[in-house]
């Protein structure tokens, strides 16, 4: 493996830490007391650390270092926590992360940025407003180390236990690029270090191999930190040395300090320059020992690039298809079926419903790391708009689609920063209003109905609708003499170049958003609504198809057409009595469900296969959930069949088409459409010009 393929392995290993560093520190913030918290959030740092420190990305170690001090000063109980310095933690945690990105995207970062974050933790902490200690990264070798020389170095406490550590790396440490130096220089950081070097096994110059690791050292380490914290340091490395770890009763003398890293000499010059390029890899710990001593078994698991996986749903896909289309051919040939070739055909039916199974559950991803990342957003836009808010979050274990969660950031960042900049208001007038001087986002996932429901909702002022529509009437959007409805007048906001901001700020102004929003979830196969109560708050939801791949269908007739609708989001269908109709208003129907009052849709009306609906058309009616929980009974000419369906998207060659969700390949090769129930629902699907019917093959 290469050493940029290691180091992205090193980056993902990156954004799993900070997750957990994120959580630690929200919980840090809302007041946990538990030590163990402090201590997750120390580990993801000083992982990031360790990782950083092997492929020599100074700026990330050096932050890092800093953070990590300040965090080991809590966990000592040598600093006193407080909202300050928890705020301080917050900060450093995003530059923090800001760092791993740049060094991942090979871009430079702006150096007063460190040096703000890092002042925020020392005036927090009590300290004085210093520099960081600079942690020097030498190339990463084994090659020798002042070979007459025993290496003390710094000296952090004079009490607590003692231990022995002896470590020889292999040959392996080299081409994993290990520095020995690295490893001794973390050990210090624990306690009273001094090291004794074990260079017997150095060969003369002229049988010297730059590939092969001659040295050894023994430390002996007087520290307060525990055991596991000390096989912590060895994480990324014990695979590739021998590690012999003991505690012993022997004092450890006082040693005086020396640099925190000792320079290779000249005479290596030319064995730092033929490794330098090498970089290791991040290893996990396999088990973790309990207090018993007993070891508990790993989860398993490999990581597999998306690639791949795309590649193996593609077949899938196919498959499903070629299988509806052997199971076609052989109804339509007339033939009488052997019972064994029909139960070849169920099996092959069931073991493609298995693997297609298998396939989606490899991508869906829970939306938690993208629900995390959120929590910045609204720090740096209450920041922004000199406001305090804090986001809630709910379902993040919700499972979505891989490619949808990456494609989601964008429009919920747009959709965060305009809920605290536009929907929440100023403290002074929360505190007239009655409600507290925090303004709450709450931002939710939940599945429905086969789809999807993200909902971002804020506690703020809802929307003014005479101030949005004057807005439009000014900037030409609609006519001054538009008569329209609240829910019309709260879509105008995503109208492309619409904006109610009076001045262009880091946040809004500029009419750029939430058209960008809509437009976006609409490429993703969804649709964004908005719903506001004046003096309540605002919310949008978001519904997505669960899945971008396959779906179970119900495959129904309308004017001599087959089109699907989800299973999922079926709740009945039935033959209604002509009585059961009832007419309301300009022409819309509503339909008698057992005392309940549904809307009624012609399917091939709305669709534009028929203008009236003939008295032998709509005889059945498929009653299907709607996304607001509603329900909708849906008119169809008959029930063909119920199978798994390929889903074909049309946004990319064709464009949105109301009432439409994607298309799909039948059996029989035919194309055929998926209906949308939602957006069939939806009056403005039905403003448009026909669709022509799609000739059948």
Known sequence: MSSIDL???????????LVAMDEGLRELEAGSTDPETVNAVFRAVHSIKGGAGAFALADLVNFAHKFETVLDDVRASRIETNPTLFGAFLVAGDHLADLVAAARDGVQTDPSASEKAIAALNMAGGQDDAPADSVEISAPVFAPLALDLDLPLPVTGPEGRNFRIALKPKDSAINAGHDAALLLQQLAELGTLSTTIDASALPDATAFDPNKSYLGWTADLLTEHSLAEIEEVFDFAKDDCELDISEIEAPVPDLPPLPDLVEPQDTAENVIAEVSELAPQPVKAEAAKSKSGSTAA????????????DRLVDVVGELVIHQAMLSEAIEQSGLRIEAEVERGLDQLRQLSRQIQESVMSIRAQPVKPLFDRMHRIVREASAAANKTARLITEGEMTEVDKTIIERLADPL????????????????KRLESGKSEEGVVTLSAAHRSGRV?????????????????????????I??????????????????????ASEVSNLSGRGVGMDVVKSEIAGLGGRVSIASVRGEGTTLTISLPLTLAVLDGMVVEVSGQLLVLPVSSIIETLRPEAEAKHSIGTGDTVLDVRGTFVPLIDVGTRLGFREVTASDCGSIVVLVERDDDDCLALMVDGIRDQRQVVIKGLEGNYGHIPGIAAATVLGDGSVALILDPSDLANPSSSQRSALQPVAAE
């Not at 747009?414 to 100023?426: F, P, Q, S, T, W």
């Not at 006519?479 to 109610?500: K, R, V, Y």
């Open 479 to 500: 006519p001054a003499s538009a008569d329209l409805t609240p829910s019309e007048i709260d879509n105008l906001l995503f109208l492309p170049g619409f904006s109610t």
């Open 413 to 428: 960042t747009h959709m965060i920063r305009n809920a605290v900049d536009h929907g929440l208001e100023k403290m002074e």
């Open 7 to 17: 180091k992205d392995v090193f980056f993902v290993e990156c954004e799993d830490l």
């Open 453 to 477: 429901l993200i909902t971002l909702s804020d506690d703020g002022g809802g929307i003014d609708r005479d101030r949005v529509k004057q807005v439009a009437i000014s900037k030409g959007l």
């Open 298 to 309: 790993p989860r398993q698991t490999i990581r597999v690039d998306i690639e791949r996986v």
